[in-house]
């Protein structure tokens, strides 16, 4: 299996709060602050906006000055049925007056006797070995007293490390003596700073990182306190008792073996949103019938197959098509839709076991990626060498029988593309073994239509002048596959343009504002048709110019020769037609520039918010320095649909949605920016 998300696993999520604000001790001051202090991290953990990441408040009389034999009957001696296990999610938030003595750091209660803390008091760290026991795996721990950097020691002496996905904070303050309800206030203003203009900096990811959390909240406390991690905490990625306020799915909800070729949710819900007048569209992305039955013939028999096709002929959403309907996870969410998709374009479920994007990943990437996913590595092993990863999968392959189905997208994008030939796809060996598998891999092939690659920019192009043969056809090569094993998703009998023609209609009545929406259902049909003829066989050119127009107040004339201008110059053409239209001011399309051609250079997977892309920005734009704020403001204007947010090692990155994209922002901005 892939290292699943952050919380994939957890049944039940539980919040509880142990909180004291008034002392019979006239030495303790009373805390009226704990009250909002309790609220302040309740409304967070326990929003219904959470849904399926939300927290349900356990033990809330622990949070009004609880007694020792509350807090153990809760933590040391709960129930049965409300024990909690491995499969469990839990805050605790410890607050209120704390002391240190030679036996630790105690958790001073409303009837604490100060000179009998061992029989009226708590220490701190059994409430930690109590959750210890309990063997939940996902916790975290935020003890908010005086003091409370003295527990970090206590805890550090159990006999066991914490476990992997334990986060435990303390809050230590420079003279010892915590202020009250500061480190709450801090975690507020970061998480309205999550939710706002900037939200984005920490990631688009379900859970927040955790590094980031901390370093934001340590930041607001602008030195009066500081967040400690205790030893052994998990100190980097997303935490699953940090669910992210502002989070929105991006893609399908898929298992993780499944994920990275999942859908655009944004696509899926175009398809179940009611569009034209007197249309009658059903749920499924309609279009390239004869390449979806294709491929779901090929997940049922061993061997290989290709699909290839040029930049932007819609290959690589054929294939996210494919993956997403076979997951069981999606099925199960969506079935009374797919109930009604005809059979043969309705993949069994399962009928893909692992689903790979190569693009701007090494061999040895890829071969984990894969060994992960079907068992092959443990998950805990994060980065084998290729050799190691190798070895995994020849043992693998030759211990079972049952079939398997692996799909790979973007080959071309690789960071090495011949590397993984002969590293990865050669490697799975589709020919030997008792496992029968089914290998579908796609490749941008050779060649350019109208509104593709600029000249000088085919993928398809070899690594090496050396070779003759373009990489699609090596890969035919190398794999053995036959000429019937080859789908050419941009001839005939696979390219249906009539499938574009609808693709575009889709697309025009898709807004809630656009025009078309209301409009007669042969004059949309007509500028379809013409738009069509003019995107050739480019879906890429296609989606841009439709949802340009769907953005209009008006319904363009078919005849109009500014439209046919703009239409007539390729992507670029109308990506140039989209930033002047969105941003009238010459500074404004300089800034969007600097700042998408920044994301247009970097390598990997995409590049991170943080301090990196307003760096790389600076340096792209080498007369103006940009900051978190331009970050922002690109996000929030249309060109930010330019981009798809992903994460990698953790963190968010983001990459220009097509690799064409990348190439007109890297090599033809002067021509972007001309009056």
């Not at 020691?153 to 914490?162: A, H, N």
């Not at 175009?270 to 013939?297: C, E, F, N, Y």
């Amino acid at each position: 299996m892939t290292a699943e998300p952050a919380g994939a696993e957890i049944l039940r999520r539980h919040f509880v709060a142990i909180a004291t604000s008034a002392y019979d001790d006239p030495l303790q001051p009373p805390l009226p602050q704990v009250h909002d202090e309790v609220r302040t991290l309740a409304e967070w953990f326990c929003d219904a906006e959470l849904g399926e990441r939300r927290f349900t408040w356990q033990y809330p009389e622990l949070a009004d000055n609880p007694t020792d034999e509350q807090i153990r009957a809760a933590m040391k001696n709960p129930p049965p049925a409300r024990k909690w296990r491995e499969a469990d999610a839990a805050v605790v938030f410890v607050t209120g007056h704390g002391k240190t003595d030679r036996y630790g750091h105690w958790l001073i209660l409303q009837h604490t006797n100060p000179d009998a803390p061992q029989s009226t008091g708590l220490l701190t760290a059994q409430i930690a070995g109590w959750l210890d026991e309990t063997r939940i795996e996902h916790l975290l721990l935020i003890i908010d007293t005086c003091y409370a950097g003295e527990v970090t020691s206590d805890i550090v002496r159990f006999p066991r490390e914490l476990r992997r996905n334990w986060l435990v904070l303390a809050s230590a303050a420079r003279d010892e003596a915590a202020q009250a309800g500061a480190l709450t206030s801090a975690v507020r203003r970061v998480l309205d700073d999550v939710q706002g203009r900037y939200g984005q900096r920490f990631g688009t990811d379900e859970y927040l990182p955790v590094e980031e959390f901390v370093r934001a909240v340590d930041r607001e406390l602008a030195g009066t306190q500081r967040l400690v991690l205790v030893q052994g905490s998990q100190y980097q990625g997303p935490h699953a008792c940090l669910p992210n306020p502002n989070w929105k799915a991006s893609f399908a909800p898929t298992g993780p073996p499944r994920r990275d070729l999942a859908m655009p949710l944004a696509d899926l819900q175009s398809h179940w949103k009611p569009r034209l007048r007197g249309s009658d569209q059903g749920w499924l992305p309609t279009g390239r019938a004869a390449v979806m039955r294709r491929l779901i013939t090929a997940t049922a028999e061993p061997g290989a197959v290709l699909v290839t096709g040029r930049a932007g002929t819609g290959k690589s959403a054929v294939l996210a098509r494919l993956v997403t309907l076979s997951d069981p996870e999606f099925r199960r969410r969506y079935a009374d839709k797919i109930a009604h998709i005809p059979d043969d374009l309705r993949p069994a479920e399962g009928a893909v076991d692992v689903a790979v994007l190569a693009m701007r990943k090494s061999a040895a990437e890829i071969m984990t990626q894969i060994c992960h996913a079907t068992g092959a590595l443990d998950a805990s092993v994060r980065n084998p060498s290729l050799s190691e990863a190798e070895t995994a999968w020849r043992r693998w392959l030759s211990q079972g029988t049952e079939p398997v189905t692996i799909v790979i997208d973007a080959l071309d994008e690789a960071s090495k593309p011949d590397e993984v030939l002969a590293d990865v796809l050669a490697e799975l060996n589709v020919d030997s073994g008792p496992r029968r598998l089914r290998l579908i891999v796609g490749v941008r092939s050779v060649g350019r239509d109208r509104g593709g690659t600029p000249p000088g920019a085919d993928a398809g192009t070899p690594d090496n002048d050396n070779e003759e043969l373009p990489l699609a056809d090596r890969v035919q090569r190398a794999l053995g596959i036959e000429a019937h094993g080859r789908i050419q998703a941009d001839e005939p009998p696979w390219w249906v343009q009539q499938d574009l023609v609808d693709y575009v209609t889709g697309l025009l009545g898709l807004p809630s504002r656009s025009p078309y929406r209301s409009a007669e259902p042969g004059k949309v049909q007509a500028i379809a048709g013409v738009l069509a003829e003019h995107a050739g066989k480019s879906f890429l050119f296609a989606r841009l110019a439709a949802e340009q127009l769907a953005s209009r107040s008006g319904i363009v004339d078919i005849d109009d020769p500014d439209w046919l201008a703009s239409i007539s110059h390729g992507v670029l053409g109308l990506f140039r037609e989209d930033l002047h239209r969105s941003l009238p001011s010459q500074a404004e399309r300089k800034k969007a520039v600097d700042l998408l051609r920044a994301v247009a250079f970097a390598f990997g997977p995409g590049l991170p918010w943080g301090s990196v892309w307003p760096k790389v920005a600076s340096a792209v734009s080498g007369v103006r320095t940009y900051g978190d704020g331009d970050i922002a403001w690109l996000l929030n204007t249309r060109l930010g649909g330019y981009l798809v947010a992903d994460r990698a090692d953790g963190i968010t990155v983001y990459r220009l949605h097509h690799e064409d994209l990348r190439t007109i922002l890297r090599d033809h901005s002067t021509e972007l920016l001309a009056p």
